[in-house]
Antibody
């Protein structure tokens, strides 16, 4: 079973860009879809977007104008950038593997808390 | 895209069966058999419990089962146990190739 680990700043200032990386161990980032998912405090899960190892991407329409997901196969990791953040972007951010490309997530990182505050 | 609709809470006594519904549209739940369910305990990452509407990963108890009718999918937990107390989320593939989660259901074991 693969292991996923999110990393990045825990505090981001309003209007700046949130940047996170998800590093994979115990497997290859090739041949799967990889997603970012977030969960605001006390609220439900929200899918942010995915990247395929070939660099094909798709994003949640509500976030599309601010999101970029990229992959570095040489480092076996993929990354999230969310621009122009506000307090509403405060959440636990998870990375996850899509087991078959149909939006069914069988492996998850432990999650990382990101707070947007000045 | 709108979140799939789940009841906010469901409760049951130990040993009973409960069912959680997940209602979408003809562009997501109704269109594809790619509905999955997740269990999330407080402070933990979600865990895949059901995929492809009704399939269980090998490590998941057979007390968990899934089904679908039209635009509504369902998760049934039979023989309810204290350890089943958690939040549960459904998700579906959509006609835009995106993914959409349900609003989440808190399961309480009385």
């Amino acid at each position: 079973q693969v292991q996923l680990q999110e990393s990045g700043p825990g505090l981001v200032r309003p209007s700046e860009t949130l940047s996170l990386t998800c590093t994979l161990s115990g497997g290859s980032i090739s041949s799967y879809y990889w997603s970012w998912i977030r969960q605001p405090p006390g609220k439900g899960l929200e899918w942010i977007g995915y990247i395929y190892y070939s660099r094909n991407t798709n994003y949640n329409p509500s976030l599309k104008s601010r999101v970029t997901i990229s992959v570095d196969t040489s480092k076996n990791h993929f990354s999230l950038k969310l621009s122009s953040v506000t307090a509403a972007d405060t959440a636990v951010y998870y990375c996850a593997r899509d087991r078959d490309g149909w939006g069914q997530f069988d492996d998850w990182g432990q999650g990382t808390q990101v707070t947007v505050s000045s | 895209q709108s979140a799939l609709t789940q009841p906010a809470s469901v409760s049951g006594s130990p040993g009973q069966s409960i069912t959680i519904s997940c209602t979408g549209t003809s562009s997501d739940v109704g269109a594809y058999n790619f509905v999955s369910w997740y269990q999330q305990h407080p402070g933990k990452a979600p865990k895949l419990m059901i995929y492809d509407v009704s399939n269980r990963p090998s490590e998941v108890s057979n007390r968990f089962s899934g089904s679908k009718s039209g635009n509504t999918a369902s998760l049934t937990i039979s023989g309810l146990q204290a350890e089943d107390e958690a939040d549960y989320y459904c998700t579906s593939y959509t006609s835009s190739s995106t993914r959409v989660f349900g609003t989440g259901t808190k399961v309480t074991v009385l």
